[in-house]
């Protein structure tokens, strides 16, 4: 009876410890997931006065995460609207109220707004943004007729659609440096893009073929592009002028007709 009972009573022994371990591995395993929720959650760090110039290949997305902040704050913080397009050279901030007025903007995880250490800010719609006046001396860079207009805050008219005839010459707008030129991003199809100083940038899209790589230097009024519709439904040139990175209305730098 002795020698029986022995190896039952081992057995629950040794079951009663495993649980017992089981029991703390679990407890240890919560308490490093709780621990890991806690530091993910803990939003966005603005960096006050800093900015970014976006380079080829970044995303908005790798943007944020490489500074610490969530994709969210940062897209609010420079008025980046879905699909959160980006463009090489454009310049981000990497804070609230960055270059533009802006209401306070909060942060994943926290109740409490983030602000400048300044005077409170005012909300402003992304078509006031840029100055009165450009540096940059604006050309047309198509002849045809106006097909569709910017609207503010609209993601798919961030500038203009003008009509034209497969193969007709896209040209500069302005003075200044190709630095995207490429298509891969996606809705524009065979993209270029300008860089005219610090503040503006100029994009044209949809067209048949490129003739001007990244690094060019061009003159207002040169060939860049032949107008086509990649990308689009018909042959039309889609334009854009950002200013400081942000979609402003063509029509109110281009000149008069």
Avoid at 48 to 68: K, M, P, S
Avoid at 89 to 112: D, E, H, N
Avoid at 194 to 207: F, M, P, R, V
Wanted: proline letters at 7%.
């Amino acid at each position: 009876m002795t020698q029986t009972t022995t190896p039952i009573r081992a057995t629950i022994a040794r079951a009663a410890t495993a649980r017992i371990l089981l029991s703390v591995g679990l407890a240890l395993a919560l308490a490093a997931c709780s621990s890991t929720v806690t530091r993910s959650g803990s939003g966005s760090t603005p960096k006050y006065g800093a900015t970014t110039v976006v380079q080829r290949g970044d995303t908005l997305y790798r943007i944020a995460t490489d500074n610490g902040i969530a994709m969210r704050d940062l897209a609010a913080w420079n008025g980046i609207s879905a699909p959160y397009t980006i463009y090489p050279g454009q310049r981000l901030s990497l804070y609230p109220g960055g270059g533009r007025s802006t209401a306070p903007t909060r942060t994943a995880g926290t109740s409490k707004p983030v602000t400048r250490p300044t005077t409170p800010a005012t909300t402003a719609p992304a078509a006031t943004l840029a100055p009165a006046a450009s540096s940059v001396k604006w050309r047309w860079p198509v002849d045809g007729q106006l097909l569709s207009r910017f609207e503010a805050g609209q993601p798919t008219k961030q500038g203009i659609d003008i009509a034209g005839s497969g193969g007709a010459p896209v040209r500069a707008a302005g003075d200044g440096t190709v630095v995207y030129s490429g298509s891969g991003l996606v809705g524009y199809g065979e993209l270029i893009i300008i860089k005219h100083d610090e503040q503006w940038l100029s994009a044209y899209g949809h067209n048949r073929n490129r003739l001007v790589n990244e690094g060019a230097v061009v003159k207002a009024g040169q060939q860049i592009a032949e107008l086509g519709r990649t990308g689009a439904s018909r042959d039309m040139l889609h334009f854009e002028i950002r200013y400081n990175g942000k979609p402003v209305d063509p029509l109110r730098y281009l000149p008069r007709k």
